[in-house]
C-alpha cells in the first residue's frame, strides 16, 4: 500500500477489500471509450451498504473524489478515474435481496448484472424487460446511472419505468430511502427519478427495487433488406400500425460487414445498404398474418426489398447476431460514437440532414449507422483509420460532433439518448439542455454531494 491515504481508509472502515495493483488501476479505471488513461487512487470494493458509507465519509473527510463502477461497459466515460479518484466497485453487491409475489418486485443489490436480474425474474414466472447486448457484464446500479435504453424501449420504455425504489448513499455518506416501491406517491419531489440517469454524480445507487411483468408473449423475429435510409421510417409506421412490436432496429451495409468478419452468419444472397431488424408478438396466426401483410405492403410500395423470418429460436438468434454483435464487432476500431435521438416524428427530417452532414464531413472514414430507429435513436459510429493519429482523429469527429449538436438543437433533439453524457458528452450538453437548467443541475448536485467529491467533472464541470 503506497500511498498514506489508503492507511487511513482502511482504519476507517477496517476489513474493506481494496485493490491497488497497476493491472487492477487499469482495468476498474476506465470502460469501454478507452480514451482516458486510467490513473485512479485505489479501487474500493465495499461488501455491505455499511462500508459504502464509511468509504463515502472517509472521502469527504480526505477530500477524494470517488467514481461509482459498475460493469464499465459504458460508453460515455463515466466510470473513468483518471485522476488519482478513488473508484468505488459495486461488484461484490451483486445479489437478489427480495421478491414480492404480490408487488411483482425484486429488490437487487447495485452490482448486479443484467442478465442475472433477468434471470431471477424468469426464476418466479416474470421478466425484467430492459435489455440489451451488454446484460453479461453491465450491473443494474449502472443502467439506472445512465437511465439505460436498448433493444425494448419501443415496448417497454427505458429503466426510469421500471424502478419502484432506490436505496441510495449521498455525497455525504447519509443513506437514503426512495419511493419505497410505492405504485403511487403523489408526496413531493421524487427524487428516485432524479438519481436515475445522473450518472453517478449524486451518489451511489445500493439497492434497487424493480418492478417486473408477464413474460414476454412467443414471438418471431425477421430481417428486412431495404434500398435507402428515406423509406426506413415508412416501413416501421407499416409495420407498428399491423403488429405488436417488441424491437424493431435498423443498421447498416457497413455494420453488417464487420459482423459477418465477426462471426455473424448473413442470410441473403445479396448485399444491400440498409436493414431492419424486428421482434413481433406471433402467439397465434393473426400475428404471423399480420407480420406478412405488413411484409408485403412494404415489398409493393419497393420500400423492402428481401426479408426472412425465423423459423427456430436458433435462427432468431442469428438474425438478432447482426445487430446486437455491432458494438463488439466495431469495438477494434475504437469508434467515436454518437448516440442521438429525436422525436420520432422529426425524424425523417432530421435523417436527412444527419445524412447530409455525416456523409459530407467523413468522406474518406468509415461510418456506421445503427440503432433503435422505432425509438428516434441513432448511433452513429466513425472508425479511425490506421494512418489517422489519434489526435487528428478525435479533432475531425470533435468538429462534426458541434455541428451535429448545432442540428439537433433545431430540432430540439439529445446529444444523448441512452449512453449518458459522462466525459464524452459533456462539451455539447448545453445543445439539449438550456443554461437554465444546468444551472438547476448544479445546484441539486450541490444539495446531493456539498463537497462535490462524486464523480466530478462528469456530466459537467462544476
Ligand atoms: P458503468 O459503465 O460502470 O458506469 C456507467 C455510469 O454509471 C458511470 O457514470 C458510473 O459512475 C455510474 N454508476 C455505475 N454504477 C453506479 C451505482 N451503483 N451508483 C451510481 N452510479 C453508478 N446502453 C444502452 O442504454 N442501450 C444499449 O443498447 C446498450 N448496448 C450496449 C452494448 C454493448 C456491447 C456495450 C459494451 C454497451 C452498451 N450500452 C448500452 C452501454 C452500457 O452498457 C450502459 O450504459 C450500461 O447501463 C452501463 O452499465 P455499467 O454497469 O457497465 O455502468
Ligand atoms: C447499441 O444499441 O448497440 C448500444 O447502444 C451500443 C452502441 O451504441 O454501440
Ligand atoms: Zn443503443
Redesign the pocket.
Known amino acids: 500500500m503506497t500511498d498514506p491515504r489508503l492507511d487511513t481508509l482502511l482504519h476507517a472502515c477496517p476489513g474493506l477489500r481494496l485493490k491497488t495493483d497497476p493491472a487492477d488501476l487499469e482495468h476498474y479505471g476506465r470502460?469501454?471509450t478507452r480514451r482516458w488513461a486510467p490513473a485512479p487512487l485505489a479501487i474500493a470494493l465495499p461488501g455491505s451498504v455499511e462500508e459504502v458509507q464509511a468509504v463515502v465519509r472517509w472521502a469527504n473527510q480526505n477530500t477524494v473524489a470517488v467514481?461509482?463502477?459498475?460493469?464499465?461497459?459504458?460508453?460515455?466515460?463515466?466510470?473513468?478515474a483518471a485522476n488519482g479518484e478513488l473508484v468505488?466497485?459495486?461488484e461484490r453487491?451483486n445479489k437478489a435481496l427480495d421478491f414480492n409475489a404480490v408487488d411483482r418486485t425484486l429488490t437487487v443489490q447495485?452490482?448486479m448484472?443484467?442478465e442475472a436480474v433477468h434471470n431471477a425474474a424468469r426464476e418466479h414466472g416474470l421478466q425484467y424487460p430492459v435489455?440489451?447486448?451488454?446484460?453479461g457484464?453491465?450491473?443494474?446500479?449502472?443502467?439506472?446511472?445512465?437511465?439505460?435504453?436498448?433493444?425494448r424501449?419501443i415496448r417497454y420504455g427505458?429503466?426510469r419505468e421500471w424502478v419502484a425504489g432506490l436505496k441510495?448513499v449521498a455525497g455525504n455518506g447519509e443513506l437514503l430511502e426512495f419511493n419505497k416501491g410505492l405504485i403511487k406517491n403523489s408526496s413531493g419531489y421524487d427524487f428516485r427519478q432524479l438519481?436515475i440517469g445522473?450518472?453517478?454524480?449524486?451518489?451511489?445507487?445500493?439497492e434497487a427495487t424493480l418492478k417486473l411483468v408477464d413474460p414476454p408473449p412467443a414471438t418471431n423475429v425477421m430481417l428486412l433488406a431495404l434500398p435507402s435510409f428515406e423509406v426506413l421510417m415508412q416501413v416501421f409506421s407499416a409495420f407498428r400500425e399491423r403488429m405488436q412490436l417488441e424491437a424493431f432496429e435498423f443498421f447498416t451495409d457497413r455494420a453488417v460487414h464487420h459482423v459477418s468478419a465477426h462471426g455473424a452468419q448473413y442470410p441473403f444472397a445479396e448485399t444491400y445498404p440498409y436493414y431492419v431488424v424486428t421482434e413481433y408478438a406471433a402467439a397465434d396466426e393473426a400475428g404471423e398474418a399480420a407480420a406478412l401483410a405488413a411484409f408485403e405492403h412494404c415489398m409493393e410500395q419497393g420500400w423492402v426489398l428481401d426479408g426472412v423470418i425465423s423459423a427456430s429460436e436458433a435462427q432468431a438468434q442469428q438474425l438478432w447476431r447482426l445487430r446486437?454483435g455491432?458494438?463488439?464487432a466495431l469495438?477494434r476500431y475504437r469508434p467515436y460514437k454518437n448516440?442521438v435521438s429525436v422525436r420520432i416524428s422529426a425524424m425523417p427530417a432530421f435523417l436527412a440532414e444527419a445524412q447530409a452532414l455525416i456523409g459530407g464531413a467523413y468522406p474518406h472514414f468509415d461510418v456506421v449507422w445503427f440503432g433503435?430507429i422505432g425509438d428516434g435513436n441513432l448511433h452513429i459510429n466513425v472508425l479511425k483509420p490506421e494512418d489517422t493519429s489519434d489526435a487528428e482523429f478525435l479533432g475531425q469527429c470533435e468538429h462534426v460532433t458541434k455541428l451535429l449538436a448545432q442540428v439537433l438543437h433545431r430540432f430540439h433533439g439529445s446529444i444523448s439518448?441512452?449512453?449518458?453524457i459522462?466525459l464524452v458528452k459533456k462539451p455539447y450538453l448545453s445543445s439539449t439542455r438550456d443554461a437554465a437548467e444546468i444551472a438547476l443541475m448544479r445546484g441539486v448536485k450541490q444539495a446531493f454531494d456539498p463537497l462535490g467529491l462524486?464523480?466530478p467533472g462528469?456530466?459537467f464541470d462544476l
Do not use: Y
Open positions: 470502460d469501454w467514481v461509482p463502477s459498475g460493469g464499465r461497459t459504458g460508453l460515455s466515460g463515466g466510470a473513468v468505488l466497485s459495486l453487491l447495485a452490482g448484472p443484467l435489455d440489451f447486448a451488454a446484460r457484464s453491465c450491473s443494474i446500479g449502472g443502467n439506472i446511472a445512465t437511465n439505460a435504453g436498448g433493444i424501449v427505458n429503466t441510495v438519481m445522473s450518472e453517478g454524480t449524486l451518489g451511489i445507487v445500493v446486437e455491432i458494438t463488439e469495438a448516440d433503435h439518448a441512452e449512453h449518458g459522462g462524486m464523480n462528469k456530466v
